[in-house]
């Protein structure tokens, strides 16, 4: 490989970000960590020319899968606060569902909705923020090397 510095076949972080912007695949900070953590087998911060050829076919999938995380976020936050509350929740899921129509469908809604936030929340303050989400989701957030 002729990103491969040492001739030993393996690669690092910033050499397959480098990689793929040089062939026109560029993907963010983020996006890229996930990808080279997703195909560093070994974990060694090092992957191989396999995983190499696998990190480019999956550069795209990747980017596809946090745009559709992101896009379904922005349909449960109502209110365009970065956040989801119950309300946002309750609201989605009275529109989406006939049966939760009326006073007594909205008390359950608002139920379902507590329950559901309360499981994402991790800093407990009541709403799901995006990272809270993304997480709950299994994408990670990870420094690149």
Not at 36 to 58: K, P, R, T, V, W
Not at 85 to 108: H, I, N
Request: glycine letters at 8%; proline letters at 1%; one cysteine or more.
């Amino acid at each position: 490989m002729a990103m491969d510095k040492d001739n030993d076949g393996r690669i690092c972080a910033s050499d397959l970000h480098q990689a793929l912007e040089q062939v026109g695949a560029a993907i963010d900070e983020d996006e890229m960590a996930e990808l080279f953590n997703a195909s560093d087998m070994s974990g060694q911060g090092l992957i191989d020319y396999e995983e190499f050829i696998a990190a480019m076919l999956d550069s795209k999938r990747v980017a596809q899968r946090r745009g559709a995380v992101r896009r379904s976020f922005e349909h449960l936050d109502r209110d365009g606060d970065g956040y989801i509350s119950v309300e946002d929740l309750a609201s989605v899921l009275q529109d989406e569902r006939p049966t939760l129509k009326g006073p007594a469908g909205r008390r359950l809604s608002l139920n379902m909705a507590y329950t559901m936030v309360k499981e994402v929340d991790a800093d407990k303050d009541g709403t799901v923020s995006y990272e809270d989400y993304r997480k709950m989701w299994g994408i990670q957030t990870a420094v690149v090397a």
